[in-house]
């Protein structure tokens, strides 16, 4: 018999300890069967971990979709809170973003509030001040809301970095003070702005490879004069910054959403004899000299003054040192020597004038067919005409004066 339970014992321990067959008494010498406990307790802790799992679905379903006790929030809302809503983003997308926020408590809370809302669908990309803890018809309701959006600024046409003084004597905003006008918001009672005299030291001392503009326009910016370098490479357009950052992180923000607006300029300005820069440099010029129906003939005359050596002889160019917005310039200013004096100087100025429009750039890498070499604003809705001969200019000046254009 010895031999058989040594036999026995053996076999066990070679299937392993999860448990023993037999339990001997000591004292009887008898065996008993032993209950499988290790088993038991395995069983016991997949079981724990299934129900709570379980539990964890269930908690995280009802918290998405809204079912059980977990379906909105009520009232308006608590804490201040900035939220980005995405280009692209779809009515879905915003409420994921809100519920990740805590704005609101259950996907499905937004959703239905947002059923038939047709502003929900309209929401642009951008930043909004949300509360925390909000229904979701408070939440859709302030959402939709012009006030709710932050941080959003549309850069027109023609506008330089700085400020500027109107014929009036007003003052005309430039880029930055824009830019530092939008990154203003109100958390929570406390209000924050990057100021313009941030931006402009920024805009001044940052490192330009690390500011988000196009490489090919970097080696000219790190040629220019430091209050030049950035001009003209904030294009025309809708720009969102988002309040509370610094100067340079906002700085570089909106150069880089400029960038992928001038993503393509390398491909298009290959076949016009000038560097993407160089385009872009003619595209503010054109901007500040014409309206956009004169655009692609104003670029003509560029692009033949420029091949027959010949000064650009632009007031623009003038007033742009002198952060002024005239029609026309006096003789003193022409006479100063400067690297913006397009009167005195042959090829184009060292950096843009302004911001350029896409229309700009457009005419600047495909000008109209002509061999005009002059051109002057010849009546009050802005016109331009052109001539071949100074003497088709002179005729052209004095009839903008007979129609009390300048």
Known sequence: MNDVNDEVSSEVAEDGDDFDLFEGDEETGSRKKRKPRRKLVLLAIVLVVLIGGGWGAYYGAGSYLGIGAYGNYSGDGDQDVLVQVDNGATTRDIADTLLSMDVIRTVRAFLNASAGNAEVGNVQPGYYVMKTHMSGDAAVTRLVAPASRVGNVQIKAGTQLDDTKNPDNTTKPGILSQLAAASCVTLNGTKSCVSANDLHKAAQTADPTKLGIPDWAVPSVQKALPANRLEGLIISGVYDVRPGTDATTLLKSVLSQSAAKLSTLPQTSQDTGLTPYQVLVAASLIEREAITSDFAKVSRVIYNRL???????????????????????????????????????????????????????????????????????????????????????????????AAGVF
């Open 307 to 401: 091949a027959r050596g010949i000064p650009m002889g632009d007031d623009s160019t003038i007033n742009y040192v002198l952060d002024q917005p005239l029609l026309a310039t006096s003789d003193a200013d022409r006479a100063k020597p400067g690297p913006y004096n397009t009167y005195l100087n042959t090829g184009l100025m060292p950096t843009p004038i302004s911001s350029p429009s896409q229309e700009a750039l457009t005419a600047a890498v495909k000008p109209a067919d002509g061999p005009w070499l002059f051109f002057v604003k010849c009546d009050k809705d802005g016109n331009s005409c052109f001539g071949v001969t100074q003497a088709d200019q002179d005729a052209n000046v004095a009839k903008a004066h």
